[in-house]
């Protein structure tokens, strides 16, 4: 079946992140020359506290590690089996990356060749639908004593293999472990087809799980290097995503400004699980300078940026009210100015800034407005909102074939295909920040290539 010695593994763990979870229970079965040559099974100590959910799931129990070794006891005899062989495991990257963990933590370099029975299962039975283990014993009526536990489900997996090995054949069995040697950090439920067909060009691409519903986007300028880089990665969120990724679409855009366009307003519109930098923000709190008696001052608005929104004076713009007030106390303080004036102290006469020394007393006319004002305009000068350095919109290439979009106030307004004619239309265009400040670098970078609008 094997031209090569193999061993069937299978771990329960305290949780689903090898960083803060540990070994429960492993189980190792050495497979040579066509049979077993050698099992392993035991429960962990591991350090650490069992979780309700583990123990409903496993029937794993706090009294049942009392006096059970720990996984540097048991090191040793596992490496002995595991020396030379294929690990085999379902949802391979998983139970690899815990075993690899615990390996290094004993100072242990852990480095196997990999096989996945899910992707195995996918190769040599295309037309099923679903792959989980689960779905594989009760399709093949694999018999299986005790599920969710290290050793039947190691068995469950090595039953499996065998079963595949006869139904098909030698040369089908071979083709498919030799497929996926080659290809052995790739998500197992991912559909190889799929990322044979993406190209190394700018655009965007989306992560899909089995229901084709998002899980990630992102953007990049080689679409397939950028794509296969998040399987080759052992962090725990890209093997997070790892396990969830079943489909993956692509968008190319021609040009690296559309792409970052585009992965902002996709993940802003899909919500996408494993995206949390750039959630639609659907109120900004701005702060909006104003004047008093001479003095510049300041408050916290609540609202939107749109094409009639005087730019001149937003000098700051934050996702909550909370962000936005911090950054006024902390510049406050720096620059000496008054809490009355920057909208963070209510009442008359002195701020209590002014009796301890802290406030040059512009809240009483003593600092006079020129000086004062001066100041604030160096303390909010990072913050402050950029003014439109254009007289209309601008119209930018975004791809060799002559597509642009076009941008007014530092929003985006459409994009036009090479005719000019509207590509995508947003009924609303909406200012949004993280294109403010990816179009405010484009034009700093570009400003040769920009066209003024009429």
């Not at 079946?1 to 229970?25: A, H, K, Q």
């Not at 702060?287 to 009639?308: F, I, R, T, W």
Request: hydrophobic share 40%; with cysteine; glycine share 6%.
């Amino acid at each position: 079946m094997f031209e090569y010695p193999v061993v069937f593994v299978d771990i329960e763990t305290t949780g689903g992140s090898y960083r803060n979870s540990r070994v429960l229970e492993v189980a190792a079965i050495r497979f040579e020359d066509g049979k077993i040559v050698k099992e392993f099974s035991t429960l962990l100590d591991p350090g650490t506290r069992i979780p309700p959910m583990i123990t409903s799931l496993t029937g794993i129990t706090e009294g049942d590690i009392v006096g059970a070794p720990t996984f540097e006891d048991v090191a040793d005899e596992l490496l002995e089996i595991l020396d030379g062989a294929v690990f085999v495991a379902h949802n391979v990257r998983f139970d690899y990356s815990f075993l690899k963990q615990e390996f290094a933590m004993i100072g242990t370099t852990f480095n196997p060749r990999l096989l996945c029975t899910v992707r195995l299962s996918r190769y040599l039975y295309s037309d099923q639908k679903g792959h989980s283990l689960e779905k594989i014993i009760a399709r093949h009526a694999i018999p299986v004593l005790d599920r969710h536990r290290a050793l039947e489900d190691a068995r469950a997996i090595l039953y499996f293999s065998q079963l595949a090995y006869d139904q098909h054949g030698p040369e089908s069995f071979a083709d498919a472990l030799t497929h996926q040697l080659k290809s052995q950090s790739l998500p197992p439920n991912l559909d190889l087809n799929e990322l044979e067909t993406i190209e190394n060009v700018p655009g965007v691409y989306i992560f899909k799980d089995e229901t084709h519903q998002p899980v990630y986007v992102g953007k990049s300028v080689t679409l397939k290097k950028r794509v296969v880089s998040h399987f080759q990665s052992t962090s725990p969120k890209e093997l997070k995503i790892s396990q969830h990724v079943h489909h993956v679409e692509t968008i190319p855009t021609g040009s690296e400004l559309a792409a970052l366009l585009l992965e902002s307003k996709l993940i802003k519109e899909l919500q996408p699980l494993y995206n949390r930098m750039l959630r639609r923000v659907s109120m900004y709190a701005m702060l909006v300078k104003k004047e008093q008696d001479g003095y510049a001052n300041l408050a916290v608005v609540s609202g939107n940026v749109d094409n009639e929104t005087d730019l001149s004076t937003i000098y700051g713009i934050y996702s909550n009210r909370m962000k936005a007030k911090q950054t006024i106390v902390e510049l406050t303080r720096a620059y000496q100015l008054c809490p009355i004036l920057m909208g963070i102290e209510k009442g008359k006469g002195a701020c209590f800034s002014y009796s301890l020394g802290r406030c040059k007393g512009a809240c009483i006319g003593k600092e006079d407005a020129a000086s004062y004002n001066r100041r604030f305009e160096t303390a909010l000068e990072r913050s402050k909102l950029s003014e439109w350095p254009f007289d209309g919109s601008i119209v930018v290439p975004v791809n060799e074939a002559g597509e642009t979009v076009v941008i007014k106030n530092w929003i985006v307004q459409r994009f036009n295909d090479e005719d000019g004619n509207e590509l995508i239309i947003d009924s609303e265009p909406n200012f949004d920040l993280d294109e403010y400040k990816i179009i405010r670098r484009f034009i700093r970078e570009n400003r040769s290539r920009i066209i003024v609008e009429i």
